[in-house]
Every structure is written in structure tokens, then in C-alpha cells.
């Protein structure tokens, strides 16, 4: 069993910054690919990022590419999720989910990952 928990949501306005963490404890010794996904009222939860394993391929939803950076932590199964430059149609709560079985690298839909957080609220204000 993995546990996931997320943190660092809030409330910000149009144009400014937040980061997301995430931290999952599972099997010793094994490193996850970790993604982050959202989802807004009345839409379905859509891929925001990804990060493999090692750290050296990762991937962005085309909506957030050169606004937000996905990036490893020095502590294993730690991922964070720089936003900036946010908008008011980021607003959604954020998931972060682990992909603790199989060896594919990429993983773009919430049935590639294993184990998900709680959500954390993202707000931003116009």
C-alpha cells in the first residue's frame, strides 16, 4: 500500500505563483513515477504532469507548458509542481498519483497510476 499526500494549495491571483508538494511512502527502497492531475467542477480530471522514476523525462498538458515545472525532491517519492504565471481556468483541485506497478516511463491517464492523493484546492482569482 502507498499513502499520498498533497500540500500547498490556496487561493492566488491571476498572474502569480503557488507550489504543490507531494509525498508517497511505499515499498523501501523503490522509486514511483509521480504525475499530477485536476480536476474543475463538471469536468472530468485531466493530466497536468508527469515525472518519471529517474527524474530525467517528464511532461506537461499543452494548457500549462512553460507556466508550470514538475521536478523531483532530494527525499525519495517526493515531487513538487511549480505554477506560475496562473490563471483563472487553473482553478480545479489538484491531485497527485503514483504509478507503483509496471516499467512504462510515460504515463498520461489517471488508469496509469496506482495510487492517489487526497486533492489539494487551487484557486485563482481573476
Known amino acids: 500500500q502507498v499513502q499520498v499526500v498533497e500540500s500547498g494549495g490556496g487561493l492566488v491571483q491571476a498572474g502569480g505563483s503557488l507550489r504543490l508538494s507531494c509525498a508517497a511512502s511505499?515499498?523501501?527502497?523503490?522509486?514511483?513515477?509521480m504525475g499530477w492531475f485536476r480536476q474543475a467542477p463538471g469536468k472530468e480530471r485531466e493530466f497536468v504532469a508527469f515525472?518519471?522514476?529517474?527524474?530525467?523525462?517528464?511532461d506537461y498538458a499543452d494548457s500549462v507548458t512553460g507556466r508550470f515545472t514538475i521536478s523531483r525532491g532530494n527525499a525519495k517519492n517526493t515531487v513538487y509542481l511549480q505554477m506560475d504565471s496562473l490563471k483563472p481556468e487553473d482553478t480545479a483541485v489538484y491531485y497527485c498519483?503514483?504509478?507503483?506497478?509496471?516499467?512504462?516511463?510515460?504515463?498520461?491517464?489517471?488508469?496509469?497510476?496506482?495510487?492517489w492523493g487526497q486533492g489539494t484546492q487551487v484557486t485563482v482569482s481573476a
Open positions: 515525472i518519471n522514476w529517474s527524474g530525467d523525462i517528464a
Open positions: 511505499g515499498r523501501p527502497g523503490t522509486t514511483y513515477t
Open positions: 498519483a503514483v504509478a507503483a506497478y509496471g516499467h512504462a516511463d510515460y504515463r498520461y491517464r489517471p488508469r496509469d497510476y496506482d495510487y
